[in-house]
């Protein structure tokens, strides 16, 4: 049975978290609530990296939803065809934008239940963008972050949704900044791959999964 986190030890993790990435924000590169969602739906399963790679002659041809809604098929394919997935993207991406010019008058609705009605836009992709646009107290769970939180013992749930009710249940507040924290923690120090338990990590201690990384 996985080693829980006690709550000594979570307000430690929370802290720690809070302490190294106040100022946390995505990687993805956006200058509009429009412009964010596209760029974290392409994100779904893609790197940021080559999301980044991708947006700016997507944006350049399509700077709106009201543009994107009258997309062609096949060239929206073409300009996110080194993004994993890119023909159910492309089909949502525009299917999104028409929804967003017919039902909320050409703006990105900033509200969930909302949210989750447009084309390719799951809770995960929701909790994004408004973690990021609002600083909503929200969390969202990624590979990155729930790999941490099992690590971490603060969740031994075997599903997104119930690893994410933990997580909620266990830090309560500043969900937004602990959510930046996991991701970036995930991405460069607690990878899946050879973590670096030994040179970088700053929640060694309190890491369930330590014996598993030690160094040969």
Do not use: W
């Not at 600083?135 to 119930?162: I, Q, W």
């Not at 607690?190 to 999964?209: G, H, I, Q, R």
């Amino acid at each position: 049975m996985a080693i829980r986190a006690t709550k000594a030890e979570i307000e430690e993790i929370k802290k720690r978290f809070i302490e190294h990435y106040k100022d946390a924000h995505t990687e993805l590169h956006y200058r509009n609530l429009y412009e964010l969602l596209v760029a974290v739906m392409l994100s779904a399963q893609c790197t940021d990296k080559r999301v980044n790679m991708i947006t700016p002659a997507f944006f350049e041809k399509y700077p709106s939803p009201k543009a994107l809604a009258k997309a062609d098929l096949d060239d929206v394919r073409e300009l996110i065809k080194t993004c994993s997935f890119f023909n159910n993207k492309a089909k949502n991406l525009i299917k999104m934008a028409q929804s967003v010019v017919e039902n909320y008058d050409g703006e990105i609705p900033l509200d969930e239940k909302e949210l989750v009605k447009l084309a390719g836009v799951g809770r995960k992709t929701a909790h994004v963008v408004m973690i990021e646009y609002t600083k909503a107290n929200l969390m969202a769970v990624d590979t990155h972050v729930f790999r941490v939180a099992h690590r971490l013992g603060l969740s031994d749930a075997k599903t997104v949704e119930k690893t994410e009710a933990d997580l909620v249940k266990a830090f309560k507040d500043n969900l937004y900044i602990l959510h930046q924290a996991m991701v970036l923690f995930g991405r460069y120090i607690c990878t899946a791959k050879n973590p670096k338990c030994d040179t970088e990590c700053f929640m060694t201690d309190l890491c369930k999964s330590k014996d598993r990384f030690k160094a040969g």
